[in-house]
């Protein structure tokens, strides 16, 4: 059965990749194509899209590597979407339903319910992309499972005012750290202090983030929250407390080149004794509802934000996603569709 | 009072660091001295040093980038050793206990009581120094408190017929690991193998590691116990199996020059997920007692044995260390005095 009869969603409109960046991507990169959907299976349900998430782990997924997958030439661009049931042969969905899923950047999508998640007790659809999806998990995850924030602990946080580094930050203040946000512009400092509630933060544009560190961390860092690797991470890890933990979650700072950059001298993590671990945030799926019973009373009553960057229509996604790689963005980008 | 009247033991003989080493130290950089010790003051033990652990943090410390502390030019090189009280104006030891402290490269020494323990429930005075010392120390905190390995984990352990990394196989395998070496001759890949019961090992100098290491860990390392750094790190850590764990330790391959090599791209550590320990023995201190209570048995029944190379006099320090450097030792390094 369909939810309406005269709107029966029988086609997508998708985007596609149509060349390959080199560096960093930009519109011309995609295609926009409508296209047919199939009749349901048993066991599928159809999905009316309504939010696309777009993030920088895309950029591997075009450059072939990325731990969840590789975008082909002419492929579907990946990326999850929250959206409503409107056609069920699934036991597990009814009509209506707002649900989350792997839906790709298009407008509607067949899935098997088993990829298919209720976004359960999210007051804002949104928020099931944002701050209490993927990116609010992926801090959660790093922050209170892996580093395990102690009151006093100075957090150093770059790409700080971005959907992963601002819930980073805003968990640690939440538990009594000293947060420093590296950022790259001024309206970005001010965001962070003003909005976040950030300690400082460091335009690395116009300062020398090493002095500022300096100035900044007397004692040390004791977790560092890696969003950006590069020379970023070396600076930093010349710069930890003893007993310091290091998250290494991306690499924006090689996410648009062809080559891997070589990592810290290891004998500063020695030095410091520092837990560095790499996270993916996959692996914490099974958690996702503890996280979210953990963080949602705080986003309801306001003292955990995420901003949201909202571009409207699916063929605005390149230009948004190409923004969001350029450092262009503000908050968490999304596409409503 | 003295332990005999006749030998009082006013005099040490001290090796002392005459030159700095610009690569491998030779005989040559080191000075060999007798001076008076000074009157035993309050709360003081003189110690008789019998035997005297050579390691190779030493180099770190000659280079002035130890954690523990620099050797001055013409200062005494710094080291632990096992010896009896002589002389004590201290309620805490009596004449004749075996004690161990921070002795130095020398034949007797004046210490604070708060600076001496006693070696305690330790039947062979060398041990204190070797597989029941600060090198098994080192491998069971690493592989026992940080790395926690678990039956079917693949070990992989350069530097393997060396105090701290045959101690580090032999426990992988007492916990049911598969351990697989890497060493410099093919002597050292028959100890490994026929004597530390490794299930393989890697002569780097005859075989190519990658490839060996391909073919030996075909699912992927679970544990890298790095006592090397250098290249090698950065092979192992694309070869890490999900959920690896990675001990940085030690740094041999930079021990002996100036310069500081990069790490791997944190990119290989995110993918694997891999947590990775900076371990600074010192930091265990506290819990040696709980480690020599869990080894002694084991070593007592000779299942787990440290190959101790031993040379004669405080005078054969310098070549003996000299070897050490040159990976030309068999085992723990330890002079007697």
Redesign the interface.
Known sequence: MTIDSNISYQQTTQVTLASYPDTYPSEENFAVNTVTLPALQDGEVKIKHTFLSLDPYMRSQIAG?H?SGSIELNGLMFGEVVGEVVETKSAKFNLGDQVRCMGGWQTASIQKDSAVFAIGNIEQPSHALSVLGMPGLTAYAGLIWQAQPQAGDVVVIPAATGAVGATVGQLAKANGCTVIGIVGSDEKVDYAINQLGYDACINRKTQDVEQALDKLCPEGINIYF?LV?GDL?HSVSARLAIGARVI??G?IA?TNSKE????????M????????????VY?FEPRRQEFIDACAELVNANKLIMKEDVSVGIASAPAAFSRLMRGENMGKVIVKI
């Open positions: 590597r731990v890696d690797g991470l290494l979650c690499m090689e891997r950059m070589a990592g810290p001298s290891p004998g993590w020695i030095k410091a004794r520092a837990i560095v671990y790499g996270l993916v692996d």
